[in-house]
Protein backbone atom coordinates (compact mmCIF):
# COMPACT_ATOMS: atom_id res chain seq x y z
CA UNK A 1 0.00 0.00 0.00
CA UNK A 2 1.47 3.48 -0.86
CA UNK A 3 0.24 6.01 1.33
CA UNK A 4 1.21 9.94 2.44
CA UNK A 5 3.79 9.37 5.76
CA UNK A 6 2.72 10.28 8.97
CA UNK A 7 5.00 11.11 12.14
CA UNK A 8 4.93 7.53 13.23
CA UNK A 9 7.10 6.79 9.87
CA UNK A 10 10.09 9.18 11.26
CA UNK A 11 12.10 6.28 11.62
CA UNK A 12 11.98 4.18 9.04
CA UNK A 13 12.22 7.28 6.82
CA UNK A 14 15.61 7.78 8.21
CA UNK A 15 17.37 4.55 7.95
CA UNK A 16 15.78 4.82 3.70
CA UNK A 17 17.35 8.59 3.60
CA UNK A 18 20.36 7.06 5.13
CA UNK A 19 20.51 4.06 2.80
CA UNK A 20 19.90 6.31 -0.34
CA UNK A 21 22.60 8.36 0.99
CA UNK A 22 24.86 6.65 3.08
CA UNK A 23 27.47 9.79 3.09
CA UNK A 24 25.10 12.57 4.11
CA UNK A 25 26.02 12.88 7.80
CA UNK A 26 23.72 15.28 8.54
CA UNK A 27 20.30 12.89 7.71
CA UNK A 28 18.07 14.18 10.57
CA UNK A 29 14.26 13.62 9.66
CA UNK A 30 11.95 15.41 12.25
CA UNK A 31 8.28 14.11 12.56
CA UNK A 32 7.32 17.95 13.01
CA UNK A 33 8.22 17.89 9.53
CA UNK A 34 6.72 15.25 8.22
CA UNK A 35 3.76 16.59 9.54
CA UNK A 36 4.33 19.69 7.89
CA UNK A 37 4.36 17.99 4.57
CA UNK A 38 1.60 16.45 4.86
CA UNK A 39 -0.71 19.78 5.65
CA UNK A 40 0.86 21.47 2.59
CA UNK A 41 -1.20 20.84 -0.17
CA UNK A 42 1.44 20.91 -2.96
CA UNK A 43 3.70 18.35 -1.34
CA UNK A 44 3.59 15.15 -0.68
CA UNK A 45 6.05 12.31 1.27
CA UNK A 46 4.82 8.94 0.43
CA UNK A 47 5.84 5.08 1.52
CA UNK A 48 5.44 2.43 0.68
CA UNK A 49 3.84 -0.15 2.79
CA UNK A 50 4.08 -3.91 2.30
CA UNK A 51 2.42 -5.99 5.58
CA UNK A 52 3.38 -4.25 8.23
CA UNK A 53 6.99 -2.83 7.12
CA UNK A 54 7.70 0.55 4.94
CA UNK A 55 10.19 -0.72 2.51
CA UNK A 56 10.02 2.60 0.75
CA UNK A 57 9.34 6.32 0.08
CA UNK A 58 9.44 8.78 -1.96
CA UNK A 59 8.48 12.73 -2.24
CA UNK A 60 6.95 14.37 -4.50
CA UNK A 61 6.41 18.57 -4.83
CA UNK A 62 3.54 20.63 -6.85
CA UNK A 63 5.25 23.22 -8.42
CA UNK A 64 3.43 25.98 -9.99
CA UNK A 65 4.02 27.55 -13.39
CA UNK A 66 3.75 30.37 -15.67
CA UNK A 67 4.39 28.83 -18.62
CA UNK A 68 2.16 26.23 -19.69
CA UNK A 69 -1.21 28.49 -18.68
CA UNK A 70 -1.83 27.14 -15.53
CA UNK A 71 -0.53 23.88 -15.56
CA UNK A 72 1.88 23.02 -12.82
CA UNK A 73 4.76 20.43 -13.01
CA UNK A 74 5.79 17.90 -10.59
CA UNK A 75 9.57 17.01 -9.29
CA UNK A 76 10.47 13.77 -7.26
CA UNK A 77 13.12 13.58 -5.15
CA UNK A 78 14.84 11.20 -2.87
CA UNK A 79 12.93 7.52 -4.32
CA UNK A 80 14.05 4.54 -2.44
CA UNK A 81 13.25 0.97 -2.06
CA UNK A 82 15.10 -0.45 0.42
CA UNK A 83 17.91 -2.57 -0.92
CA UNK A 84 16.45 -6.45 -0.18
CA UNK A 85 13.51 -5.80 -1.78
CA UNK A 86 14.49 -4.08 -5.20
CA UNK A 87 13.79 -5.27 -8.50
CA UNK A 88 10.63 -7.11 -7.30
CA UNK A 89 8.26 -4.25 -9.32
CA UNK A 90 8.01 -1.94 -6.11
CA UNK A 91 9.65 1.18 -7.35
CA UNK A 92 7.76 0.73 -11.10
CA UNK A 93 4.34 0.88 -8.51
CA UNK A 94 5.62 3.82 -6.62
CA UNK A 95 6.30 5.84 -9.41
CA UNK A 96 2.73 5.26 -11.29
CA UNK A 97 1.59 6.08 -7.83
CA UNK A 98 3.24 9.20 -8.49
CA UNK A 99 2.68 9.71 -11.92
CA UNK A 100 -0.99 9.35 -11.70
CA UNK A 101 -0.96 12.09 -8.46
CA UNK A 102 0.48 14.38 -10.84
CA UNK A 103 -2.23 13.67 -13.73
CA UNK A 104 -4.86 14.38 -11.03
CA UNK A 105 -3.15 17.97 -10.48
CA UNK A 106 -2.92 18.63 -14.51
CA UNK A 107 1.19 18.65 -14.43
CA UNK A 108 2.57 19.57 -18.01
CA UNK A 109 5.61 17.20 -16.98
CA UNK A 110 7.48 15.57 -13.98
CA UNK A 111 10.83 15.91 -13.17
CA UNK A 112 12.81 13.85 -11.43
CA UNK A 113 16.35 13.92 -9.08
CA UNK A 114 18.98 11.03 -9.03
CA UNK A 115 22.31 10.88 -7.87
CA UNK A 116 24.89 11.48 -10.93
CA UNK A 117 26.81 8.59 -9.73
CA UNK A 118 23.64 5.59 -9.39
CA UNK A 119 24.03 4.35 -12.52
CA UNK A 120 21.32 1.17 -11.94
CA UNK A 121 18.60 3.94 -10.78
CA UNK A 122 19.20 5.66 -13.96
CA UNK A 123 18.50 2.69 -16.12
CA UNK A 124 15.42 2.06 -14.11
CA UNK A 125 13.67 5.75 -14.71
CA UNK A 126 14.89 5.18 -18.15
CA UNK A 127 12.72 2.11 -18.55
CA UNK A 128 9.58 4.07 -17.17
CA UNK A 129 10.68 6.62 -19.55
CA UNK A 130 12.66 9.27 -18.13
CA UNK A 131 14.75 11.39 -20.13
CA UNK A 132 18.03 12.02 -18.39
CA UNK A 133 19.74 13.69 -21.46
CA UNK A 134 17.53 16.36 -22.38
CA UNK A 135 17.89 18.17 -19.12
CA UNK A 136 20.43 19.01 -16.41
CA UNK A 137 20.08 19.11 -12.82
CA UNK A 138 22.17 22.13 -10.91
CA UNK A 139 22.36 22.30 -7.37
CA UNK A 140 23.52 24.68 -4.78
CA UNK A 141 23.50 23.79 -1.09
CA UNK A 142 23.28 26.58 1.04
Do not use: W
Request: charged fraction near 25%; include cysteine.
Amino acid sequence: MIREAEARDVEVIERLYKELLPNNLNTKVLAERIEKVGNNPNSFLFVYEVGDQVIGTAHLHICMDALVENRPFGVVERVIITEHVQSKGYGSELMKYIENVCIQKNCVKVFLTSGSSRYEAHGFYTKLGYDGESSKAFKKYL
